[in-house]
T-cell receptor
C-alpha cells in the first residue's frame, strides 16, 4: 500500500476513445498532482490541485481534462488522444502548508494510445 | 522552467561497490529530493534535504545539499542487487515548483 493508489495500472486506448485515470491518496495530504513520464525525459508536471482548486496547468492540451472532487481523489479524463501521448502517468500528493512535505507518488498508469 | 543536469545517465557496477551520482543546476533551490523508481512502479522518496550544506543518511544512502544550493549528490555504499533502478534528483523552490532530473539508471552486477 503506497498511500497513493492509481487505477488502472495499464490502459490501451484508440485515438477516438474516452477514458479516465483515477488516483486516490490516503495520506491526509491537501495537494494532488498529475505528472507525465516519457522515456529519457524529466517528469513533466501537468496539473496541480491544492485544496481542490487547480493552481497549475502547464500548457497541457485540452484533450487532457483533470478533475479533483475532493482532497483525496483526482481524475484525469482523456479523449481523442494522440500516439505521442503514450507514457506513464503518475499521480502524486503532498501537504502544502508551513512545512511543505515532499511528493508521494502512485505507481502510475501505463497508457498506450494506438 | 529550471533545468537539472543529472549524471551519470547510467552506471554498471559490481555488487559491493560504492556509487555516486549528482545533480547540478544554474538555479538555486530551497529543497533537494532524491527518489528511486523501480520498474513498473512510481518514484519513492529516499532522502529529503532542506538546508544548504546538510548531509543526511538513510541506511547505506547518503545525500548532501550543496553549499551553493545549486547542486546535490547521492552516494550508495556497498551496493546490492536490489539497488537496481532509476534514481531521480528533484529541486524545489516552492510548494508547486518541483523540477526533476532525467535520472541515473543503476545496474548492479552480482
Amino acid at each position: 500500500e503506497t498511500g497513493v493508489t492509481q487505477t488502472p495500472r495499464h490502459l490501451v486506448m484508440g485515438m477516438t476513445n474516452k477514458k479516465s485515470l483515477k488516483c486516490e491518496q490516503h495520506l491526509g495530504h491537501n495537494a494532488m498532482y498529475w505528472y507525465k513520464q516519457s522515456a529519457k525525459k524529466p517528469l513533466e508536471l501537468m496539473f496541480v490541485y491544492s485544496l481542490e482548486e487547480r493552481v497549475e496547468n502547464n500548457s497541457v492540451p485540452s484533450r487532457f481534462s483533470p478533475e479533483c472532487p475532493n482532497s483525496s481523489h483526482l481524475f484525469l479524463h482523456l479523449h481523442t488522444l494522440q500516439p505521442e501521448d503514450s507514457a506513464l502517468y503518475l499521480c502524486a500528493s503532498s501537504y502544502t502548508g508551513g512545512d511543505n512535505s515532499p511528493l508521494h507518488f502512485g505507481n502510475g498508469t501505463r497508457l498506450t494510445v494506438t | 522552467g529550471q533545468q537539472l543536469n543529472q549524471s551519470p545517465q547510467s552506471m554498471f557496477i559490481q555488487e559491493g561497490e560504492d556509487v555516486s551520482m549528482n545533480c547540478t543546476s544554474s538555479s538555486i533551490f530551497n529543497t533537494w529530493l532524491w527518489y528511486k523508481q523501480d520498474p513498473g512502479e512510481g518514484p519513492v522518496l529516499l532522502i529529503a534535504l532542506y538546508k544548504a550544506g546538510e548531509l543526511t543518511s538513510n541506511g547505506r544512502l547518503t545525500a548532501q545539499f550543496g553549499i551553493t544550493r545549486k547542486d546535490s549528490f547521492l552516494n550508495i555504499s556497498a551496493s546490492i542487487p536490489s539497488d537496481v533502478g532509476i534514481y531521480f534528483c528533484a529541486g524545489q523552490t516552492g510548494a508547486n515548483n518541483l523540477f526533476f532530473g532525467t535520472g541515473t539508471r543503476l545496474t548492479v552486477i552480482p
